[in-house]
Structure formats: structure tokens, C-alpha cells
């Protein structure tokens, strides 16, 4: 196979693998002090790297088989036109083909199994030299090994979903090979010098000749193409490399007035997400350009917490609001009680973010309470839309016209009237001296993320999920079990933020068992949707909002796994105060919450408009967030780690920040990537809502049709 590699290309191969190697045989020649990884723990970098290169390993396996297949499609043309065409369409059967396959297979794998060892060992080479490694127990802390593996499944993920995808493509590219191929021959064919005998060619001519006439099948009387077989032919000319999407559907039509007022609370969602990341990308530079400026309104103090508080409160507590007006009436099967109110709170929330934004940022704030910095009388008026929009959740519930409250509305009140409460508590002055604001404050941040974002999230995927793949949900049962058993745990985990802290000692232990509590509802949920999809894999590929949800579920798990295995005394001891912590909230606030709502966003706004987005948008916003997510959160967990190993080893504070450098480069690197996913969110928001300036004229006619039967029926009769 390396034969037919070109020789440019062969040499391209060498140089790749070589540049993504040097800085392995650079940690070769380096004595302990200065390496490639500044943490001389060997067992999770050689864990790292493995994984890293049977990644490389695999996608340079599946080019290297394209490149070959391009380049046996090129040599066989040529021996064609060197006469043994003919012998090749008269000799070879359909066994030898196979057998020709299987050969080439087998000498493709033996030259991946080769390149696959090669690449596993050269770890194993290179840190064979540097001497005595020093072992941190902390590898064999069950927390870390629960971590390091649940960081994996995300990428194990990936990894097989970019194998079926050029497994696929390069089928289908094969199969497109073919069709070319075939070409060849009929060309071949035709030529008059390749006919065997005159008999044989004045076949073939009158075979070429042969046209179809729209009658034939009628023999000769008129015909009727009553089913639109001959006029809705297609033909491929060219090679597709992504999958159709769906062809919209026409959808039942929904209240105007509703429509109106859930597309205003996504549209400004998405605004909010805009504005709040890309304040977010504006710190992530600033730490690594930390003079970027001198305006007090722009210091990082300042706008980490208008980040915070906008991709919070603004971005992902009106997107959840919004789809709750669309999901509570519908679930309800009753109208929703007052659309006036629900103007009334998006109005409030909308402008106690715009306020509050501003505040923050003129250093008018509520101390250090995090996520709780906007001061109390304009949270107050953001609380205030909430109370409207629960109590006119409640008044809609009350006027359903089903006999069962469906689970997604049971998470949706719950998770309103917890944050209400929840606020309440963080805000009132009581109780909040000394130990007392420490307390409160894990309590406020960990039930507004668990309690409001998660519960709220987990009710819109028990409508949207069975919605999007037209079957019911897995199990009731499930989702109850998973319901009470989240209400159990995750109220008592707060204070698992100050593990080591002042705090009373059995207080922290509540928090730790709390922690492992709650993988009961996490795993619970995680079969539930999983099992709800079963069966139905197909359809992810070919949908918009599908994709969003599967990440948000695969996220869920390995987020809240990753959240119990930080809990612990062990872990904790070294993850605290670190980068690391960072990477969990954009992993559960990203990765599950944020991807969720982009799902539901592609899921409900097409049909409350009539329109999708482009399916290029969707595509293009899908893959930057994701990727831009791993940049973002793997390069942290890293750094966090050895950031933390540093100073459990009494390294001075400033050489931690001077070693989390590169690391902080990679998340304003990822941080890009998912701002840019978030312009093309923007895009694709104003391709679905753009105002319809097509008349359809068929769907119109019976409009007319079905008014005027309307006005005759109501008209009296004389
Ligand atoms: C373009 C996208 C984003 C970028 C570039 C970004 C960047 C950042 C940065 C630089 C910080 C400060 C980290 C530090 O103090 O070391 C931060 C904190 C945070 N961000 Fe983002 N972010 C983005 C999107 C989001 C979204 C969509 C959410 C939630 C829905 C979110 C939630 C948070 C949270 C909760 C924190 C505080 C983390 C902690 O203290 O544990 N971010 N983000």
C-alpha cells in the first residue's frame, strides 16, 4: 500500500508524525527539572498520551486507507487503457472481486496493526529514559481514576462517532468510486475498437440509442403518473459528504400570541448568550494578555461576574423560560392561562439583566457572594418574573385537560418554585455572618445549578426527548425515582465547596455522601433517555436538535460523575481552588445545560415558524461548541491537576500561574471556538425567524376555501 502513496505524500505522513513526536523526544533528553508536561507524574501522562495517539493513530489509519483507495482508482484506469479492460470485465467474477478485497483489507490492517504498536510504544520509549519517575499516590485515589476515566468517555465517544462518520464517507466515497467507474467502462464500451465483433457493436449501438418514451409502460396509450413516480426523479451528480437532513414537516399551527411570546424569550435567550460569552471571551484573553486594558469597567473582577451572572440568569433562565411557555400548555393540553403576564416576566428579566449588567460593572455589587454579586432590589424584579411565570405555570396545569400531570411539568414547577426559595434565602441578610455566608452561599450556588438549571432542563428533555424521536418515554417510573431521589440528594451537597473548611466536620461529610447519592437519579435519568433513544439511532443523524440533546445526555452522566468523584476528601484536597473547577462548570453549564437548550431551541422554533435553519448553520454551530468545549475543558483539568499537585508539593503560588499559561492559551482557544458557534446560533436564530415573505399558494387557497365554508355556515338561512 505505501507503494501508492506518492512519494510527496508518504513524506508529509513522516513529517506530521514526526512534528506531533518531537515534543515526546524532547521529555527524552530532559533531565527531571524542565519537561514538556511540568508534572512529573508519569502515569497520567502516559495515560494521556496513549490515548491521544490511538486517537492519531486511528484517523491517520482510515487517510491512509482513502489515500490508497484514490490511488488504486487512478493505477486501475490506467491499466485499463493498457488493454486489460477487456480481460477484466470478462474474466473477473463477483468471487474474485470479494477475494481481491479481502486481500487488500488484510494487507491495509497489517499495516495499521504495525503503525497502531509503533505509536503505542513510543511513550513507552521515551519515558523509559527519564530516569526514576516519581509516582504520586494520588493516581491510585479511586476520585482520580473515576475522573481520569469518565474524561475519556466523552472522547471515546467522539472518537467512534468520527470513526462511523469516515467509515461511512469513505464507503459512500467508495460507492461514488464505482459510479465513476462504471462511466469509464460504458465509454470504453462504446469505442468501436474495443468491440469484439460487428454483431456485438451494433447491439451495444442500438442499446445506447435506446430511449425511454413517457408512454412505454402504457404501451403507447396516454399515460398517468398518478403517484409522481416519473416527475419526482432525482439524480445524484455528486458526492455527498454529510446526511440529508429531515425535509421540514408541516406543523399543526400553534397560538400567534403564544408563538409571539416564546420566540421573544428564545430570541433574547440567544442575545443574552451572545453578549455573556462574549464577555467570557474577553477574560479568557485578558489571562493571557492580562493588560489588554486599564478601564476599572473592564477589570477582570468585574466582568468574570457580569459573565457569570448574564450566562446564569440572562442566557440560560430565559431559554429555560421560554421553553417552558411552549412545553407546559402543550403537555397541559390547555391554553396557556395569561399571555399578558408572561409578557410582564420577560420584560422583568430581560431588564433586571440589562440593569444588573451595567451595575456590576460600575463596581456597584452585592460583596463577594458569587453569582449573587447583582445587587438585591434588581434581583428582585428578575424573581418577580419568575413568581409570575410559576404561578401562571400552576394556573395552566390546573386547566388541563389531561388526567395525569406529565413528568416534564412536575420537573418544570418544581424547579421554579426551588430557585425562588433558593434566592430568597441567599438574599435576606439573616443567619449570613461569618460561617453562616460560607454555608449559605454552597447552599445558593449548588441548588441554583442542581435545583433550577439541571431539574428544569431534565422536565424540557422528558417532553422534547420522545418528541423529537416520535415514541413515549423509556419509563415513567424512571424519571419519578430519578425526580425524588434528585430532591434528596442534591439539596444536601452545598457544602461539599468547602471540604477542609471551618465548617462543622459532619456538615462536609453530609455533602460527600449527598454526592455519591446522586448518582441514583443521574444514572436513573441517563437510561431513561438512553433507553428512549434506543432503537432509534438512525434518526439522530438526520435531525437538527437531536445531536444537542445526545451531548447533553452523555454530558449529564460523565459531568455528574466527574462532580461526585470531586467531592471526595482525596480528590478535593488537590482540585480545590484550581482550574479545574472551571472545567467542571463549563462542563455541566456547557455540556448539559447549554447544549440542551441549543437542542431545544432547533427543536421548537422550526415549528413554531414553519422554518429551519440551514442545515451548514447547524452543522457549523454543532461542531464548533463541541469541539471548542474539549479545547476548552480538557486543557483546564490538566493544568488544574498539576496546578494543584504544585502546591501540595509547597511549590511557590507564582510558579503555578507561570506553568498554567499554555493551558489558559488553549481555553481562550476552545473559548473562541464556542463564541464563533454562538454568532452562527445567532445566524440560524434569524434564518428560522425571519418574516415569511413567500406566500404559499396552495396552503393559502384552502385558507380562502376553508373561510369561505366558514362565513356560509354562520350566515342564517333564509
Ligand atoms: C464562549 C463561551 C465562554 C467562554 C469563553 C467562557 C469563559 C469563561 C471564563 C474565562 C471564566 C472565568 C474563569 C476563571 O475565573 O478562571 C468563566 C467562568 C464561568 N463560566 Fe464561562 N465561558 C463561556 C461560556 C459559558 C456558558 C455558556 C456558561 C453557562 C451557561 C458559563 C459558565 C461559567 C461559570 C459557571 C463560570 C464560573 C466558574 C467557576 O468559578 O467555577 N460559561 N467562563
Known amino acids: 500500500m505505501i507503494n501508492r502513496l506518492s512519494k510527496s505524500k508518504l513524506k508529509l505522513l513522516i513529517l506530521t508524525l514526526l512534528l506531533f513526536l518531537q515534543p515526546f523526544f524532547a521529555v527524552a533528553q530532559n533531565d527531571t527539572d524542565i519537561s514538556f508536561f511540568p508534572n512529573k507524574s508519569i502515569e497520567f501522562i502516559d495515560l494521556l498520551v496513549t490515548v491521544v495517539l490511538i486517537t492519531v493513530a486511528s484517523i491517520v489509519v482510515l487517510l491512509l486507507k482513502l489515500i490508497s ?6 493505477n486501475d484506469q490506467t491499466e485499463h487503457k493498457k488493454s486489460k479492460f477487456k480481460e477484466y470485465i470478462s474474466n473477473l467474477n463477483a468471487s474474485e472481486i470479494e477475494v481481491i478485497k479481502r486481500k487488500r483489507i488484510k494487507s491495509n490492517n497489517g499495516l495499521s496493526l504495525a503503525i497502531l504498536g509503533l505509536l503505542y510504544l513510543v511513550p513507552q520509549i521515551i519515558f523509559a529514559q527519564t530516569g526514576p519517575a516519581k509516582r504520586e499516590d494520588i493516581f491510585s485515589e479511586p476520585g482520580i481514576v473515576i475522573t481520569l476515566v469518565l474524561i475519556f468517555i466523552p472522547l471515546f465517544f467522539a472518537l467512534i462517532y468520527l470513526v462511523s462518520k469516515v467509515t461511512t464517507s469513505f464507503r459512500n466515497y467508495n460507492n461514488f468510486q464505482k459510479l465513476k467507474e462504471a462511466e469509464a467502462f460504458a465509454a470504453f464500451i462504446s469505442d468501436d475498437e474495443n468491440m469484439p465483433s460487428d454483431s456485438e457493436l451494433e447491439e451495444i449501438k442500438q442499446k445506447s440509442a435506446y430511449e425511454v418514451v413517457p408512454n412505454e409502460i402504457s404501451a403507447g396509450k396516454a399515460s398517468h403518473d398518478s403517484k409522481g413516480l416519473l416527475k419526482n426523479i432525482t439524480s445524484e451528480t455528486n458526492y455527498r459528504f454529510f446526511a440529508t437532513k429531515r425535509p421540514p414537516i408541516k406543523r399543526p399551527k400553534i397560538d400567534p400570541a403564544l408563538t409571539k411570546l416564546v420566540l421573544w424569550f428564545l430570541g433574547t435567550a440567544v442575545f443574552w448568550l451572545f453578549v455573556g460569552s462574549s464577555v467570557g471571551e474577553y477574560v479568557g484573553i485578558k489571562f493571557i494578555v492580562p493588560d489588554a486594558d486599564t478601564y476599572s469597567w473592564l477589570s477582570i473582577g468585574r466582568l468574570r461576574a457580569v459573565h457569570t451572572n448574564l450566562v446564569f440568569w440572562a442566557w440560560a433562565t430565559i431559554g429555560i423560560m421560554g421553553l417552558g411557555y411552549y412545553i407546559v400548555p402543550m403537555v397541559s393540553n390547555a391554553p396557556l392561562n395569561s399571555i399578558k403576564n408572561g409578557w410582564t416576566a420577560l420584560i422583568c428579566v430581560n431588564f433586571a439583566m440589562f440593569v444588573g449588567a451595567i451595575t456590576i460593572m460600575a463596581g456597584i455589587n452585592n460583596g463577594g457572594g458569587e453569582y449573587r454579586e447583582i445587587i438585591w432590589p434588581i434581583m428582585a424584579i428578575w424573581a418577580v418574573g419568575l413568581l409570575l411565570t410559576v404561578i401562571n405555570f400552576i394556573k395552566t396545569i390546573a386547566k388541563r385537560t389531561t388526567t395525569e400531570i406529565y413528568i416534564s411539568n412536575w420537573f418544570i414547577v418544581a424547579s421554579y418554585i426551588f430557585i425562588l426559595i433558593v434566592a430568597f434565602i441567599a438574599y435576606i441578610p439573616m443567619g449570613q455572618d461569618g460561617i453562616g ?53 442534591y439539596t444536601v451537597i452545598g457544602t461539599h465547596h468547602f471540604v477542609f473548611s471551618a465548617l462543622p466536620w459532619w456538615l462536609q461529610t453530609v455533602a460527600i455522601v449527598g454526592s455519591v447519592g446522586m448518582l441514583i437519579p443521574v444514572v436513573a435519568g441517563t437510561t431513561n433517555y438512553l433507553m428512549t433513544l434506543r432503537g432509534s439511532w438512525s434518526k439522530v443523524s438526520n435531525s437538527y436538535s437531536l445531536p444537542f440533546f445526545f451531548v447533553g445526555i452523555i454530558y449529564y452522566f460523565t459531568g455528574s460523575f466527574q462532580g461526585t468523584a470531586e467531592a471526595f476528601r482525596s480528590t478535593n484536597l488537590i482540585w480545590h481552588f484550581t482550574d479545574f473547577t472551571i472545567a467542571h462548570s463549563h462542563i455541566t453549564m456547557y455540556g448539559i445545560i447549554t447544549f440542551l437548550l441549543f437542542g431545544g431551541i432547533y427543536a421548537i422554533v422550526p415549528r413554531l415558524t414553519g422554518k429551519e435553519p440551514p442545515q451548514l448553520g447547524v452543522g457549523a454551530h454543532f461542531w464548533l461548541a463541541l469541539i471548542g468545549l474539549q479545547f476548552y475543558t480538557i486543557p483546564l483539568m490538566i493544568g488544574g491537576t498539576l496546578k494543584g499537585l504544585m502546591w501540595a508539593e509547597g511549590a511557590p503560588f507564582i510558579d503555578s500561574v507561570v506553568m498554567m499559561g499554555p493551558y489558559w492559551l488553549w481555553r481562550a482557544i476552545g473559548g473562541t471556538l464556542m463564541w464563533l458557534s454562538h454568532i452562527v446560533l445567532v445566524y440560524n436564530m434569524y434564518k428560522m425567524m425571519q418574516p415569511t415573505v413567500d406566500v404559499d399558494v396552495k396552503q393559502k387557497a384552502f385558507e380562502i376555501i376553508n373561510q369561505n365554508l366558514e362565513t356560509n355556515l354562520a350566515e342564517p338561512k333564509i
Open 69 to 74: 483507495n484514490t490511488n488504486k482508482t487512478a
Open 437 to 489: 455566608e460560607t454555608i449559605v452561599q454552597g447552599y445558593y450556588m449548588h441548588q441554583a445549578v442542581g435545583m433550577w438549571f439541571m431539574f428544569s432542563m431534565l422536565g424540557v428533555l422528558y417532553y422534547l426527548l420522545p418528541q423529537q424521536l416520535n415514541k413515549p418515554i423509556y419509563s415513567y417510573s424512571l424519571g419519578v425515582l430519578a425526580f425524588w431521589s434528585q430532591i434528596l440528594f
